[in-house]
Nanobody, 124 residues
C-alpha cells in the first residue's frame, strides 16, 4: 500500500510559478513509476507529466511541455512538479499517482495509488 500526499498548490497570477510536491509513504517508492494528473471542473482527468521509477526518463503532455518539469528524489520518497509560465488554462486540481506497471502510462486507469489532490488556480 502506498499513501501519497500532495502539497504546494495555491493561487498564482498568470506567468507565475509553483512547485508541487508529492510525498510517498512506501519504503518501496523507488519501484513505482509516477505521474501527475490534473482535473478541471467539468473535464476528464488528464495526464500532465510522467516519470520512470529511476527518474531517468520523463514524459510531458503537449500543453505543458517546456513549461513544467517533473522530477523525483528517491532518497526523500518525493516527486515534484515544477510549473513555470502558468496560464489560466492550467487551473485544476492536481493529483500525483503511482503505478505498479513497469512504465508510467498515460491512462489514469493504470495507476493504483492516488493522492487527495491539490488545487492550483491561475488568475489572468
Amino acid at each position: 500500500q502506498v499513501q501519497l500526499v500532495e502539497s504546494g498548490g495555491g493561487l498564482v497570477q498568470a506567468g507565475g510559478s509553483l512547485r508541487l510536491s508529492c510525498a510517498a509513504s512506501a519504503r518501496t517508492f523507488t519501484s513505482y513509476p509516477m505521474g501527475w494528473f490534473r482535473q478541471a471542473p467539468g473535464k476528464e482527468r488528464e495526464i500532465v507529466a510522467r516519470i520512470t521509477a529511476s527518474g531517468g526518463t520523463t514524459y510531458y503532455a503537449g500543453s505543458v511541455k517546456g513549461r513544467f518539469t517533473i522530477s523525483r528524489d528517491n532518497a526523500k520518497n518525493t516527486v515534484y512538479l515544477q510549473m513555470n509560465s502558468l496560464k489560466s488554462e492550467d487551473t485544476a486540481v492536481y493529483y500525483c499517482a503511482a503505478t505498479t506497471q513497469a512504465l508510467p502510462y498515460t491512462s489514469p486507469r493504470l495507476y493504483d495509488y492516488w493522492g487527495q489532490g491539490t488545487q492550483v488556480t491561475v488568475s489572468s
